[in-house]
């Protein structure tokens, strides 16, 4: 079962596993959501995210 993130700019990431969810999510802040880069961690991307 994969996860996915709806972010609030719209976008929407899905992965297969936490660990490439994380790693999406770090990637789409640091290109999208500069200012957030640093504030959210792993425990905050899981805790955002939906299984599908
Ligand atoms: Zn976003």
Do not use: Q, W, Y
Not at 22 to 51: S, W
């Amino acid at each position: 079962m994969g996860k996915v993130i709806n972010c609030e700019c719209g976008a929407v990431v899905r992965a297969e596993s936490d660990d490439e969810l994380v790693a999406k999510v770090e990637a789409h802040v640091d290109t999208v959501h500069p200012d957030l880069v640093g504030k959210l961690g792993r425990d905050d991307i899981l805790g955002m995210a939906e299984e599908e």
